[in-house]
């Protein structure tokens, strides 16, 4: 009987002793070894201090967490800044597989429009890679149905 007692007292002891220390909670109210011993829990700063004759974790403040700051985008990061449509790009889409042409001062994209125009393909086809501004306005000028039409090919306004 003696024997029993003496080693359920130990291993109580010994649960004493290893279960705090693994699983000792920082909360509100729960035990703590030093006073004076802050730690910080779920965004709240809490302290160890006396109460009552025992040292038991305060209720603690809140703690701004710092803002994470983003890393200053290095020059070679920041993108370049667009060339637009310039007359080096229309030239470069000067075949009836990638026609582009510019219209007063805008940018479109003819490729769609050559095989459906009723003037015919060639007359879109000559305006590819080029200001076409003066072959369109000799046909249509003030026609509502071309330029309605062209308004359906705007790629942008032309950078010069
Ligand atoms: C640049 C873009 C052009 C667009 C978007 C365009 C658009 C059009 C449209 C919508 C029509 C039909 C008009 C209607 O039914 O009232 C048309 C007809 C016509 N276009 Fe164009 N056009 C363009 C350029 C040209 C050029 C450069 C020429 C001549 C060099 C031309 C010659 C003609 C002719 C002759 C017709 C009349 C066809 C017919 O009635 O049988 N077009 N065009």
Partial sequence: MKIYAIATGAALALAVVVTPASSAAVKEGAACKKAGQVSTVAGRKLTCIKKS??????KGVAVKVAPVVSATPSASAVAPVAAGYTMEKVKANGTSSSCWSVISGNVYDLTRWIN????????????CGTDGT????????????????????????LNK
């Fill in 53 to 58: 004759g025992k040292l038991v974790w305060n």
């Fill in 134 to 157: 003066s072959g369109f306005m000799a046909m249509h000028r003030n026609q509502s149905k071309p330029e309605s039409r062209l308004a359906g090919y705007l790629l942008g306004p």
């Fill in 116 to 127: 459906s125009h009723p003037g015919g393909s060639g007359a879109i086809v000559s305006l």
